[in-house]
């Protein structure tokens, strides 16, 4: 819906952005959703995507890519609704179409269990999802330990054909990609009307962010085609993703932790937990283990920068980063968001210059 208004607010304001140039930082699942995004919807500006890093070599390739996220504390419920609405339903009219396959996009159904009732036994996702419902007691059987549980069936996006795909989407959309390392936005300044910094944890270091931080994951790729139902434990702790080529199973969650190197410790806890969940998965075959940092912060920065670069006379900045442990869930949603303050900006510029 929002995509759709989105359209027709871009037909009106469309000849005003002609020759407008937008540069995006970052070619995780955030960037390259926020450029495709841009150079869709707004086609009389170039977008040109920079990154030192492009698939398969982002944080976002080893995400699992399930659809279910967390509450943040000061964001309207509101807009975060809007951000997983907008992303499950754009992911939902990719794995309904012929490009599925390619895409890599969809739907899975599992369970999320819990050791104690959380507080708030319906997300605020619930009926975005579908078939929610809670599980019953004959069906809590399957996990000892627990007393409470969901059922529902999400997408599953795996991001390394997703961001394949998305690439492809953009150069077609007449989008530039240029690898390299960007030190300043400042730098890029003088060549661009707007610069949205998508950049994930690097944010750290480009804008000077202190309250991002890593959140270390590791996970195992197994082989292990029986196993078609997710199994999520207390909210992301342990989980168990079956995917088209192989099964997701995990995790860690370790904050301020910049280790990427595979802790042979935390392959065994993971073992050791998640086959009490599914004992099963003794009989799979391990093919791979990755460890990814999750840009984690309070609340994701989705913001037009108070002041222009230059001394105000520069590029306009929009933010777009520091989706912690959900940027796929979240990517399309934020996109979106971020494409209108992208098109607030270059309005405010065309004002300006008739002034
Ligand atoms: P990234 O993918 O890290 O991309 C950042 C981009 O910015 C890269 O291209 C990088 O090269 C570029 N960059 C950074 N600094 C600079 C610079 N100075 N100059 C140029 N380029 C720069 N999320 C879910 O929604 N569902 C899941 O099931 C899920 N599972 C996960 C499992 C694990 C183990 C982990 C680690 C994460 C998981 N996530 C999941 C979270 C998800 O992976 C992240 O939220 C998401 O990848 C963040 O995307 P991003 O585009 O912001 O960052």
Known sequence: MRDIRLFFMTVISCSRMRGAKVAVVGAGVVGLSTAVCIAETLPGCSVTLMADKFSPRTTSDGAAGILCTEQYPDIPLERQR?????????????????HAPEAGVLLSSGVQIFREPPANKRPYWWDIVFGFRFLSERELRRFPEHTFGQAFTTIKCECSSYLPWLQHKFTKAGGKLV???????????????????????GSKELVGDVGLVPVRGQVLKVDAPWLKNFVRQEEGKSYIYPGSSYVTVGGTRQEGDWRLAVDPGDTEAILERCTRLEPSLCRGRMLGQWVGLRPSRRNPRVERAGQRLG?????????????GGY?????????????GLVRSCLQEMHLQAKL
């Not at 730098?187 to 009307?193: C, F, M, N, T, V």
């Open 179 to 201: 690898e390299k390392k960007v030190s300043s936005l400042e730098e890029l300044s003088p060549d661009y009307h707007v610069i949205v910094n998508c950049s994930g944890l």
């Open 311 to 323: 001394g105000g006379r520069g590029a306009h900045v929009v933010h777009n980063y520091g989706h």
């Open 82 to 98: 809007c951000w997983f609405r907008d992303t499950f339903d754009h992911l939902l009219a990719i794995a309904q179409s012929r």
């Open 327 to 339: 940027g796929v869930s979240l990517a399309w949603g934020t996109a979106v968001d971020a494409t």
